[in-house]
């Protein structure tokens, strides 16, 4: 299941060919399942390309951050002030979010990665809720505090004035050269940097400095015996991931423009480690899978309720349809969480591996049974084949 | 001078909160090796342990107002008043302790619950892993919490005899000026007895003695012939029975709502950390020490010079600690330094 080898380029162009298709058809395939809105499929792409970052720093290194969230909230509040102060288009947004997101991910990876377990998970957990609570108190001309920052008809918007686009009536919409950032196209710009960032943790995966990585997260102590400083490393793969997030939290703002503090919570920083380890942490496909699962049963599941529990169970006799609707009522709705904290505990208890490793087990169990059946003495073969 | 007493008095009554949540995570990371963080969830959960109690003894039903003549006017009243009359009434005022009492029993049995289901198979697994499920396990007390009591925050109020201020400037010669809530020198009180008691079960009893030696060297303990695992299993009942008093103290001071345990689970960790992973005394006194600096640091004399230190005091010598300190202040060499 681990991606050990590097990848063939052949290989590498058909997990590209493979992502892009499922992904742009999404509108398509996610009709059935009644998903097929942009704002849900945004928040796929959006999640999705905070979990792949995420998975660069914790799959591969196996270093817990608990303070990604801090550089979301950085990605969101940049990418605000961008479309105040300079134009609605987005591209400006994405690169100064992303860069300041990953300035900061310097200074506290900096500081963070000089320890290492817990010590690290802890630290992370500091620097995010400092941030939290400067953005909710001094900063609060930044951030605009509780409110939450938002855009204004009367803001400067320097250069879409100088290129003499003045918002007419109400609040202009964030665009990509006119193409507007909400509603399919905004899904459509969103999926498409989603492909890109899964190219580029694609490469990372399978490049000598993913190796690295790996070698960190087995056994950090041979890796400096062998020679190498860890910690540029680590500090790299800190700083990528904080990029990510960075750049997630500027779609997130492209989709919604309002920027609030409670991004940055460090529970929201948990939710990413939810999604990650969920699908499966050090996999490539496994964080998309994750948040893909995660933010489909969460929309799913919120939007029951009693009346519509007592409506799927009509079948039934009453009593029976009663005792149901009582049963499952507080995991739905308002209790989604709880649903989602048992099955994050039953996740972590049986399947450390998250999905991805469960589907490993399940392929391997039934390749296990289909030679058997065949019956041949040449097995040794076949082992090395299945891994991708 | 009045101004910093007070200052120093608020200290050490939130460093008490901090040093008495941070205790029980340090007894469970010494003697388990667990990094636990459903802690502060159970610091929530015995919070509503009082809250519980309010709403049992509560109950109530309406009754005819006699006060009320020209029509028929219902008030509700609680059976324990009509019952036991003033007694009962008595009874409901004096919620909080009550539910002390109580509450011992059940947050004993929630640890060991907790522990012999699901923390006991979490030993052998890294700490990241040990971190994760018991992250899971805190979201779902918490929204377990939610789901019977709702998002809000349910105020419990302390006994009507210690409602007040206490004169405490007049007692020590710095003018009348000076009060303080009596409850919260109750808190402060309270803290350092449950902390002496602790402290005095581990070093002068023989089962302390004998946890206390499973700390340093569990297989010695165990080739002993001693079951050191079931004592370890009462000692993550001590520890969620620490957290739990330490909640429903807490209750007058601030209502307490669902995710009030997340909020203190990231204090009481950076306290742990600043202390010394796995040292008692260092949790503690890193917990009133944090706490003094806080309350200092939200003076408006400090908050004009820096501005916005009052929140971040906290983490800011957290990472400064780590950073120079690594095993914390008063840490034993080796362990856990990397």
Known sequence: ?388 | MDAIFLQILNGLDKGGAYALIALGLTLVFGTLGVVNFAHGAIFMVGAFCAVTMEKILTLSVKVKDPSVTFFDAYKETPYLELWFGNTGSAIIDWVVPISIVVSIPVMLGLGILMERSLIRYFYKRSHAEQILVTFGLAIVLQELVKTFFGANPIPVSAPDIVAGSAAIGSWIGLGDAVVYPWWRLIYLLFSVVIISAVFSFLNFTTYGMVVRAGMADRETVELLGIDIERRFTIVFGLAAVVAGLAGVMYTPVLPPDYHQGMDFLVLSFVVVVVGGMGSLRGAVAAGFLLGILQSFSSMTEVKSIIPGIDQIIIYLVAVIILLTRPRGLMGRRGVMEN
């Not at chain 1, 997990?15 to 892009?20: D, I, K, T």
């Not at chain 1, 960032?197 to 056994?219: D, E, Q, Y």
């Not at chain 1, 991931?241 to 997630?248: C, D, E, I, N």
């Open chain 1, 1 to 388: 299941m681990s991606n050990t080898q590097i990848a063939t380029p052949r290989q590498e162009l058909l997990y590209m060919v493979v992502l892009s298709a499922v992904v742009l058809t999404m509108p398509l395939w996610l009709q059935p399942f009644g998903a097929a809105y942009p704002d849900l499929m945004q928040k796929f792409m959006i999640f999705g390309i905070f979990a792949i970052g995420y998975n660069i720093l914790f799959g591969l290194t196996g270093y817990l951050s608990f303070g990604h969230a801090a550089f979301l909230g950085v990605g969101s509040y940049t990418a605000v002030w961008s479309f105040k102060l300079l134009s609605m288009n987005v591209v400006p947004a994405i690169i100064f979010a992303t860069l300041l997101a990953g300035l900061f991910a310097w200074l506290i990876g900096f500081v963070s990665l000089r320890r290492s377990g817990i010590y690290f998970s802890i630290l992370t957990l500091a620097f995010a809720q400092m941030s939290y609570n400067l953005a909710y108190s001094v900063l609060t001309p930044i951030t605009n505090g509780e409110t939450g920052l938002q855009l204004n008809q009367a803001d400067p918007r320097v250069i879409d004035r100088m290129a003499g686009i003045e918002a007419t009536s109400g609040l202009p919409n964030t665009n990509l050269f006119g193409l507007q950032g909400t509603g399919y196209s905004g899904f459509y710009i969103c999926a498409v940097i989603l492909i890109l960032a899964f190219f580029v943790s694609l490469r990372i995966f399978h490049s000598p400095f993913g190796m690295k990585l790996r070698a960190i997260k087995s056994n950090q102590t041979r890796m400096s015996y062998t020679g190498y400083n860890t910690r540029p490393y680590l500090l790299t793969a800190f700083i990528i991931s904080g990029m990510y997030a960075g750049l997630a939290g500027s779609l997130l703002a492209m989709t919604d423009p309002l920027a609030g503090a409670e991004r940055m919570q460090w529970t929201a920083s948990g939710e990413v480690v939810l999604m990650t380890i969920f699908g499966g942490a050090g996999t490539l496909i496994g964080p998309l899978l994750g948040t893909g699962i995660i933010k489909y049963l969460e929309n799913i599941f919120s939007a029951f309720n009693d009346t519509v529990l007592h409506n799927m169970f009509s079948f039934l006799p009453d009593w029976l349809n009663n005792i149901l609707t009582a049963i499952i009522s507080p995991f739905v709705g308002e209790g989604w969480q709880l649903l989602l904290g048992i099955v994050f505990m039953l996740i972590v208890i049986f399947l450390p591996g998250g999905l991805m490793e469960g589907y490993g087990k399940v392929s391997r169990m039934i390749r296990e049974r289909g030679q058997k059946n065949v019956d041949d003495g040449s097995s040794d073969k076949q082992h090395s084949t299945g891994e991708v």
